[in-house]
């Protein structure tokens, strides 16, 4: 579903991404893990056609179309989702209106996107949330609960999810893990999901997991394996093993 041959990408004036090739097919979970500043979130949002990542060389290929000139506008509607790391404040909008716009804007009737709404908000208990202003007095983990919902909502083939589990609790973790499971239980899906304990490894099914460290995937393995060992000897682990592969 998803191929990046050789990317190279620029932020800010520098070369965050060098030189990725990756594989997501459909079906598939990709874990993505990597020490603080390796470019996962620059590549995410380079998958999604944010303009300030610039692609330098190589290619983006979603479903055997090349996509690596399309806006991010066009990418969304071709089927890319992103649930961004730090989703923003928006005062004055209301969480269900904005879930609603969204199904809105997916043509669902207006009684079919408050079923969806009502579906997705039980299932991630946002019950309480729907009516207070997007991200606003939220605490960390009901704005990642939140973010996930309306990233959901928008239907993606390519779910990307930038660490949809930092800051949440133990209970909200399996909660996270059940709605992204199920999400990909349906025909014709697949994502990326970025993660840094790992702990929502526990709640879905990864395919396949994947270390980025300054900007090269150096490892791609086990998610299992891969997460246990990361947990028991951290990033550094990877660093040596890279260097001794030399
Ligand atoms: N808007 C920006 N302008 C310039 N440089 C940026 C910008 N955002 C991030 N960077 C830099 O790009 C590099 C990669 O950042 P990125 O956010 O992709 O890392 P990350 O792997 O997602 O880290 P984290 O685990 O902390 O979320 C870092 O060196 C960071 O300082
Ligand atoms: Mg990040």
Known sequence: MLYLKSLVVELGGKTVIKGV?????????????????????????????????????????????EITGLTMEERVRL???????????????????????????????????EKVLEDYSRLLRMESLLDKDFNVGFSGGEAKR???MLTLIQNPRLLLLDEPDSGVDVENLAL??????????????AAILITHTGYIAKHVKASEAHVLLDGRIVCSGDPGEMVSNIMEHGFEACVDCRRARR
């Open 21 to 65: 090739d990756l594989q997501v097919n459909r079906g598939e979970l990709a874990l993505l893990m990597g020490p603080n500043g390796s470019g996962k979130s620059t590549l995410l949002h380079a998958i999604v056609g944010d303009k300030r990542c610039r692609v330098v060389s190589g290619s983006i290929f979603f479903e055997e179309r």
């Open 146 to 148: 939140a973010e996930l």
């Open 176 to 189: 996270i893990g059940s709605a992204i499971s199920r999400y990909l239980s349906l025909n014709g899906k």
């Open 79 to 113: 089927g890319l989702g992103l649930g961004f790391q730090f989703p923003p404040r928006l005062k004055g909008v209301r969480l269900r209106s904005l879930a609603l716009r969204i199904l809105e804007k997916r043509g669902l009737p207006v009684d079919e996107a």
